[in-house]
């Protein structure tokens, strides 16, 4: 049992809220007699969000008393800290704001500022909101496209339930949820281990331009900024999906599917390394790079070949299927040439193609266009069809994952926070519990460049350690916990 724990017990027993509750939830029980049962009942969970709220602010001040009596009484932290001064401090949790007293320290040794209640509520210097609504704020916007939308729904939830809410005053400004959303520039996370490795894996990847604030000036003209945004999903297959009366619909979901997204230039390499985190290499046979055709997609069928695996590129049917519409609409014509493709057929492909411009020379431009990216993917396309056969959703895979909260909008990013935004954006699509992690890496501390590394282990310290009372804290970058105010 922590300190936390026990103070709270302690607090729950030698304090009657369980009788002031029940006196409470009585009297709003009383009205529903009414014709009103609506509205009273309304008012019986507004009164009830409004108790429970006041119950855990007064749990959480009697807690934090005793646990820095506990503390600062204890023979331990006399052996090591001076008691510098008792200063209050006001913070919002999510039972609302609550201000306390809280004792100060200096270290005997090193003469540093140290405050135990601070580091144990996990409270960073200068903070106005504890971390669980920090963590709260960037997981949610993991999946908003809104800032000032996510500091209104973490504003009523810190309020409560309310018959008559005053929602100007209950919002969190857009400039704090940035704060804290941009507090960690980047969390690393080892992939999660796929139950089964199979032998076929196949990787859709393609990119999406995200616009930057501040435009560029290119011959005396100001001109928007752009940045590509890489992105890949591994999946093993794809299954039906199945309804749960046991229909079966005609939808299809990928199985085992994972997200990878770099900001480097070196985006398939680290694509094979976190690969090798999730995947048992020995076991995989072979590798389909499904995409556009863009020369960095299928640049990745080298980088990814083994000596035991087979990498090769294989080209989208709604990016083939485009080009020969762009060409004719004839349906003849269209199935000749998707014949002819499928099977190699330059010369005649080409013979139709001028056939084809005789008779519509104004779209001469267009149909050569696009003839010339059907015969620069020709290799791709047979793998396609005659391998592959599952098709690719990419398409539809970036307009869910980046799309939407990126570019749905007409807005702008800052260019060091939109790979922050994009991180957390990813680990939510994974399935990465973005909330425990968020608060995982202040209480880990972050590097110079505000990252939080997961990937590295931690060296297990323990038998080093001394009771928890006469706990030490290290000298740390500013980025840790431990300093206080």
């Given at each position: ?9 302690q607090?729950?027993?030698?304090y ?34 409004a108790?429970?709220?006041?119950f ?6 009697n807690?934090?008393h ?18 510098k ?57 993991a999946n908003?496209?809104?800032?000032i ?12 339930y ?6 100007r005053f209950t ?15 980047l ?11 199979p ?32 992105l ?7 299954e ?74 294989a080209?989208?049917?709604?990016h ?20 002819y ?59 869910h ?13 800052g ?8 991180n ?44 928890e009372e ?16």
């Amino acid at each position: 049992m922590n300190i936390l724990t026990q103070a709270f017990n302690q607090v729950f027993n030698n304090y009657p809220f369980n009788n002031e509750l029940v006196t409470q939830l009585n009297d709003y029980i009383a009205p529903i007699g009414g014709r009103n049962t609506g509205i009273a009942y309304a008012q019986l969970c507004s009164g009830l969000s409004a108790s429970l709220k006041s119950f855990g602010r007064t749990v959480l001040l009697n807690m934090i008393h005793d646990m820095d009596g506990q503390f600062r009484y204890s023979q331990g932290r006399m052996a090591r800290y001076y008691v510098k001064n008792t200063r209050e401090r006001t913070i919002t949790t999510l039972f609302g704001t609550i201000t306390f007293l809280r004792t100060e320290y200096q270290d005997r040794m090193t003469g540093e500022n140290y405050c135990y209640v601070d580091r144990k509520l996990g409270i960073l210097k200068r903070d106005r909101y504890d971390c669980n609504i920090a963590a709260m704020a960037t997981e949610l916007y993991a999946n908003q496209n809104s800032m000032i939308k996510v500091g209104e729904i973490i504003g009523q939830m810190i309020k409560g339930y309310e018959l008559e809410p005053n929602n100007r005053f209950t919002a969190i400004s857009r400039q704090q949820i940035f704060k804290m959303i941009n507090r960690i520039k980047l969390m690393k996370i080892v992939p999660e281990m796929a139950e089964e490795t199979p032998e076929t894996i196949y990787i859709m990847a393609d990119e999406k331009y995200i616009s930057l604030q501040y435009r560029t000036k290119k011959e005396n003209t100001e001109q928007p900024r752009k940045k590509m945004n890489k992105l890949a999903v591994a999946f093993s297959g794809r299954e039906q999906i199945i309804k749960k009366d046991g229909t079966v619909q005609k939808r299809w979901e990928l199985r085992d599917k994972w997200i990878f997204s770099y900001d480097s230039g070196f985006f398939w390499p680290q694509l094979r390394e976190d690969m090798a985190l999730r995947y048992d290499e020995a076991k995989i046979k072979r590798i389909y790079i499904l995409g556009d055709g863009a020369a960095w997609i299928k640049a990745g069928a080298e980088d990814l070949r083994a000596a035991d695996t087979s990498a090769r590129f294989a080209l989208d049917r709604f990016h083939f299927g485009q080009a020969l519409t762009r060409i004719t609409k004839d349906k003849e014509k269209y199935r000749l040439l998707f014949d002819y493709a499928l099977h190699q057929d330059k010369e005649s492909f080409q013979a139709l193609i001028n056939s084809i411009i005789e008779d519509k020379p104004q779209n001469k431009d267009t149909i050569q266009k696009n003839s010339d990216y059907i015969l620069s993917q020709l290799k791709g396309i047979r793998t396609m069809y005659q391998e592959v056969k599952i098709g690719c959703a990419m398409e539809q895979a970036i307009s869910h994952i980046m799309a939407s909260p990126f570019t749905s909008v007409p807005k702008a990013y800052g260019g060091s926070h939109l790979p922050t935004y994009i991180n957390n954006r990813i680990n939510q699509q994974n399935g990465i519990n973005i909330r425990r992690h968020y608060i995982e890496a202040l209480d880990k501390g972050l590097d110079e460049d505000s990252t939080a590394d997961f990937t590295i282990n931690d060296l297990d310290m323990s038998m080093f350690d001394g009771p928890e009372e006469t706990y030490r804290p290290a000298k740390t970058s500013l980025h840790h916990r431990n300093k206080s105010n």
